[in-house]
């Protein structure tokens, strides 16, 4: 009788924990912790939830790393003078599923333009499930294996809410945080988020 309780408390935890997973998963909104942490992050929020920061007050983003799905290093800093192209993932996630094929696409398209992608794959326990997933994707670049959300939240204040799975982020050749987009894109949106950072002037 003793173990019921404790039965009783870990059953609750976990369905806590699948209901922020699902309403992390499902979210939509553009803002981060707030206006006021989305101003302190620099950020102006556009249409369609793809929001970007002007030149003049863009802010270096974080020292992530951490080893890929098939327990090599990588860390962002690997990609130094590249425009990086950060998609925040998990295989649970359905509109992650959704714009995993245009990402791969966008990939490909850009790779020759000196953007790289880097995932940051996370709440997934066993890796086993996102490598199948980049598997039956066909994503070919890396992601850093973040089960529980460590180099998510090394990101500064504002420039992105941890419930809110996917995020992409665009990262300049200077290595500062330069635009984010807070849900599952399209193609086309990804092109829109990616493509003015492109044609920046190195």
């Keep these: 009788m003793s173990g019921t309780p404790r039965l009783r408390t870990a059953a609750a935890l976990t369905a806590a924990a699948a209901a922020l997973t699902l309403a992390g998963c499902g979210s939509t909104a553009s803002g981060g912790s707030g206006g006021s942490g989305d101003a302190q992050a620099g950020f102006v929020i556009g249409k369609g939830g793809l929001d970007t920061v002007p030149l003049a ?6 020292a992530i790393g951490g080893k890929d799905l098939e327990g090599k290093p990588v860390t962002l800093s690997d990609y130094q003078g590249k425009i990086v192209v950060v998609n ?7 509109p992650c599923r959704a714009e995993a094929k245009g990402l791969e696409q966008a990939y490909e398209k850009y790779q ?4 790289q992608f880097l995932g940051i794959n996370t709440r997934d326990t066993d890796p086993t499930n996102a490598k199948r997933f980049e598997d ?4 070919q ?13 090394k990101f500064p204040k504002g420039s992105l809410n ?3 799975i996917p995020t992409t982020m665009v990262i300049d050749r200077q290595g500062r945080v330069a635009a984010r987009a807070m849900k599952g894109l399209t193609p086309d949106e990804l092109d829109q988020l990616i493509a003015p ?3 920046e002037q190195p």
């Design 57 to 62: 007050s863009r802010k270096a983003a974080p």
């Design 88 to 94: 925040i993932w998990g295989s649970w996630c359905s």
């Design 112 to 115: 020759g333009q000196g953007v």
């Design 136 to 139: 039956v994707n066909g994503i």
């Design 141 to 153: 670049y890396p992601s850093i294996y973040d089960p529980d959300g460590t180099q998510i939240l």
């Design 162 to 164: 941890p419930q809110s």
């Design 197 to 199: 950072v492109v044609a």
